[in-house]
């Protein structure tokens, strides 16, 4: 559940942000794991503690 939120959160922050279209937008992996929005120079990530 937890995990949900947070891609839902990160999926807000970005439409609003950048100003794009929730359908459009794919959110993809970088050569070390990390997603990443190809065509933007946007970086983030997210971790979880398990707790």
């Given amino acids: 559940m937890r995990s ?3 891609s839902l ?3 807000v922050m970005l ?3 950048l100003n ?3 359908t459009d937008m ?3 992996s970088n050569s070390y794991g990390k997603p990443c929005l190809p065509g933007h120079s946007v970086e983030f990530n997210v ?3 398990g707790k």
């Fill in 4 to 6: 949900q939120v947070s």
């Fill in 47 to 49: 971790s979880h503690s």
């Fill in 20 to 22: 794009l279209s929730n």
């Fill in 26 to 28: 794919r959110i993809s």
């Fill in 15 to 17: 439409v609003k942000r």
């Fill in 9 to 11: 959160l990160i999926r």
